[in-house]
């Protein structure tokens, strides 16, 4: 049993493995600019997640924010505000107007039922976010977005490797991101990625991540630097031949974490999604104070004088950011309020043991007057 407690902690193979991958670049000097990691981790994720093509980037905002501007849209984008601040920053960075729909109280993803109100002449594409491993309802934003010719990026951040009615999550949309952030269930240190099918787009996305380069000697474009290197690929290789492990060790932490605090008067914890097979990504909790006799503040504190790093995740909401002060009317989405006030996300990674679940359960059920 640990004595501190991060809300998260990097996986990461062991040091000679991770050695005995990178020792070729010291043979080849080829350190970043598409190399044989590269390709290597590119094709093994391709398989891993089920998925057509797939290129690599410098992390997860990048694959989102060029995803965009490789689309060349214009007007308005349909969103959430219940997300990391990259998913509504790279909207607006491409020019684009976040339009906010708000979530489900019970899944914290993008509500369908308020989808089609929300869409204009002005909508030209849909972005919503699979939340804490919590997949969209991806049926019916396929069947809206078909119903009036929207393109949908899927913001895949939080939901690597999972599957729905048999197909990778990747698969879904005409793109979906991911990010391999140290943070995240599969990392590659700093990382990204993005799926699609349309050639013609991978083409497009490749040229914007390199300057805009076209060939040796034409530069036809105003690209960006979004490359992922040589190394970041090399720790992706190896974490991608332990991950399956890695994910049984998460299971066993949300089932603890499920036994002890599901049916407590005043926890909501996510549901259990029918079709999806689960990464187990986060473990959010959402705490409402007159039930539960304490408030997410108070829980937290708690928590934190005890060594334990619990995170409000995510608080504040992207559409009440200081940044866009006064643009946004939070009153909208008053589902993303009321949840994003309450819920804390509570330590998960592979390597917790179950005595410290139990500890950090311990202290939460102590919160309660």
Known sequence: MSDNILVTRSSMPEFEEYVEEIKPLWESHWLTNMGVKHQELQRELERYLGVEHIDLLTNGHMALELTLQALNLQGEVITTPFTFASTTHAIVRNGLEPVFCDINPDDFTMDVDKLEALITDRTCAIVPVHVYGNVCNV????????????????????TFGEIYKGKGIGS???????????????????GGA????????????????????????????????????????????????HIDKELNKREKVVAQYRRRLENIEGIQLSPVQKDVESNYAYFPAVFEE??????????????????????????????????FHG?????????SLHISKRILTLPLYSDLSLEDVDRICDIILSCRK
């Not at 049926?139 to 939080?158: C, E, F, N, T």
């Not at 991911?178 to 700093?190: C, L, P, Q, R």
């Open 139 to 158: 049926d019916a934003i396929d069947r809206i977005a078909k119903k009036y010719g929207l393109k949908v990026i899927y913001d895949a951040a939080h």
């Open 172 to 190: 879904f949309g005409d793109v979906s991101c991911f990010s391999f952030h140290a943070t995240k269930v599969f990392n590659t240190i700093e």
């Open 194 to 241: 993005v799926c699609f099918r349309d050639e013609a787009f991978g083409r497009e996305l490749y040229r914007l991540k390199n300057f805009g380069i076209r060939g040796p000697e034409e530069v036809d474009g105003i690209g960006a630097n979004a490359k992922m290197n040589e190394f970041c690929a090399a720790m992706g290789i190896c974490n991608l031949r």
């Open 290 to 323: 007159k039930e539960f006799g304490a408030s997410r503040n108070e829980v937290s504190d708690v928590l934190a004088e005890n060594g334990i790093g619990a995170r409000k995740y995510f608080y504040p909401l992207t559409n009440t950011f200081s940044c």
């Open 327 to 335: 643009k946004y009317n939070v009153d909208l989405t008053p589902i």
